[in-house]
């Protein structure tokens, strides 16, 4: 039978998929990249009002391709509303357990065909550990963590993910050295709240694992997929310092440069807080790429918090922002905040730092201007080799498909947007 997996969301919900990608392979399954498959599995977001709605255009779609399809809906969506009546039709319904037990789903599908729904209380679950056996040779993303605490008032995702969790430190590092053996360069990792790992263990933080990914032979990067400011303490600073192959960048989330619009987010920190942090870093690392979530819109931004949040995302030149409108979830505290944001304004401070996020990665781009950088060619497209360096600047350059997933020198020699265009050099 085939098969076709659908994935919306976050680089978890990725990994994920992929595990499940794997167990169907494993057990005789056939991926296919046809529109019509006999199996289709969709892993859902609900991280947004939008995310929910295209979670559910993608299940009708693939309900209209293949009438007498399996279909598969699982994930954050099914979590948080598992009865939801716009899911008829669907042949299985998984929570975020069980993922990892998808062939025993569907293999019982075949012998009932009776609809199921495996669907548990997310809150005392222990971590599902999962083994990813293969990515792609260039970039391997590991879950080291699921859940999350801190209960933002416009997040669902505590709810849809549970409490924070965290992978045993020997079987991730079991797993991060069989992806490094089979040819991977770069091991990202990744998960709910990731550097809140090991808050759930006994004398291990996430600092620890770091310090002991590092030592694993061949190696090459190790990339945070996303780290709260609160989380990069001392020990976590000290390994930025220490070794060279964590790479020049972070992704660290802002969601708000208004220390009232902070407090209204329940986040948990303030501006000065987040600006001292990022000196730290720099200090450290002086070049390194600082990239950032941003939640515009939010109930009580006036035009002059918005300002302020302007200011306060040049102050710190980030070398990238990720824009979003604030989007209402139902059963979360946002729900009960006074002064909502119009959906047209919304758009226009959307617009606004979009315009600003541009400006500053070109900024950041065109420090690196005729300067020698290394990355990895990712995608080979008519004599043309695309890819990140370490501090994720997409290189475009010339070169051979042979050149994919290798070591690549190249000297910067223009910018165009979103490219940096360089040229291979000869050692």
């Not at 994930?75 to 929570?95: F, T």
């Not at 990792?189 to 002991?212: M, P, Q, R």
């Not at 208004?258 to 000196?279: G, P, Q, T, W």
Request: net charge negative.
């Amino acid at each position: 039978m085939t098969f076709k997996i659908c994935t919306l969301g976050c680089k978890v919900n990725t990994y994920e998929s992929n595990v499940m990608k794997d167990e169907l392979v494993n057990a005789g399954f056939k991926e296919t990249e046809e529109e019509k498959a006999d199996i289709y599995i969709i892993n859902t977001c609900t991280v947004t009002d939008t995310s929910a709605h295209k979670s559910l255009k993608v299940v009708r779609q693939c309900l209209r391709k293949n009438p007498e399809a399996i279909i598969v809906v699982c994930g954050c969506m099914v979590q948080v509303d598992p009865k939801n009546n716009k899911l008829e039709g669907v042949s299985i319904l998984l929570g975020n357990q069980y993922k990892s037990k998808i062939v025993s789903f569907i293999e019982e599908y075949q012998k009932t065909h009776l609809p199921i729904l495996a669907v548990q209380d997310i809150m005392d679950v222990p971590f599902e550990s999962m083994m990813l056996n293969n990515f792609d040779r260039t970039r391997a993303f590991v879950k080291i963590e699921d859940g999350c605490e801190n209960y933002c008032t416009y997040c669902i995702i505590p709810y849809a993910r549970g409490k924070v969790r965290s992978k045993d430190p020997h079987l991730a590092l079991e797993e991060i050295e069989s992806l490094v053996k089979q040819g991977h360069k770069e091991i990202v990792l990744t998960g709910i709240h990731t550097g809140h790992y090991g808050a759930d263990l006994k004398d291990y933080h996430f600092s620890d694992l770091l310090e002991d990914i590092v030592k694993i032979p061949g190696l090459e990067r190790l990339r945070i997929s996303s780290i709260e400011i609160t989380e990069i303490d001392d020990a976590v600073l000290e390994a930025l310092k220490n070794h060279a192959v964590i790479v020049n960048h972070l992704h660290i989330p802002l969601q708000s440069g208004s220390d009232e619009i902070l407090k209204a987010m329940n986040r948990k920190y303030d501006k000065a807080y987040f600006i001292k942090k990022v000196e730290q870093i720099r200090a450290i690392r002086p070049d390194i790429s600082l990239t950032t979530d941003l939640i515009v819109g939010f109930p009580g931004e006036t035009e002059e918090l918005f300002e302020e949040t302007i200011e306060t995302v040049q102050k710190i030149k980030f070398s990238k922002i990720h824009v979003f409108p604030f989007s209402l979830r139902k059963g979360t505290k946002a729900e009960e905040l006074p002064n909502p944001v119009d959906e047209k304004t919304k758009k226009e401070r959307v617009k606004v730092m979009m315009q600003i996020s541009r400006q500053l990665e070109i900024e950041y781009m065109e420090k690196f201007l005729n300067q020698e950088v290394i990355f990895i060619p990712e995608k080979w497209e008519n004599g043309r080799l695309m890819g990140h360096t370490g501090n994720y600047l997409l290189i475009c350059a010339e070169g051979k498909k042979d050149d994919l997933h290798q070591n690549i020198p190249v000297v910067i020699s223009d910018i165009q947007y979103p490219y940096c265009i360089a040229k291979k050099t000869i050692h």
